[in-house]
C-alpha cells in the first residue's frame, strides 16, 4: 500500500519551487499535484494521456476544448489524451491532484 498525505505532498512541491510534484509512477497510471497561485499563468500544452483533474482548494475557469467551466474544491474535470486545456482566470490559489493514464511520459 502507498499512501500519502497532501500537506506532505505540498510541502514537498513547494520546497522544490516547482508547480507540478509527480509523487506516484505505476504501469497504468501516474499521479501529481499542481499548483498555481492566484493571477499566475497555466501553460501546459495538451498531453498525450488521458488525464483526470480533482481540485482539492482554490478557484479558477478551465477551457477543455471549445468549453469553459469554473472550478472549486471538489470538482473533478476528464481532460482526453491530446485535448488542449489551461486553467485561467486563476482568482484564489489552485492545488490540483493530477491522474494520468497511461503513466505521464
Known amino acids: 500500500m502507498k499512501v500519502f498525505r497532501l500537506d506532505d505532498l505540498e ?15 505505476e504501469r497504468n497510471m501516474s499521479a501529481g499535484l499542481y499548483a498555481l497561485q492566484a493571477g ?8 498525450r494521456q488521458d488525464e483526470i483533474y480533482l481540485v482539492v482548494s482554490g478557484r479558477a475557469a478551465i477551457t477543455v476544448g471549445e468549453e ?6 471538489g470538482s473533478v474535470v476528464y481532460v482526453p489524451a491530446g485535448v488542449a486545456h489551461r486553467f485561467h482566470h486563476v482568482t484564489e490559489d489552485l492545488r490540483v491532484m493530477v491522474v494520468f493514464s497511461p503513466p505521464e511520459a
Open 40 to 47: 499566475e499563468l497555466d501553460t501546459q500544452a495538451p498531453h
Open 68 to 73: 469553459t467551466t469554473t472550478v472549486a474544491r
Open 11 to 25: 510541502a514537498e512541491r513547494a520546497a522544490n519551487n516547482g508547480a507540478y510534484l509527480s509523487f506516484l509512477r
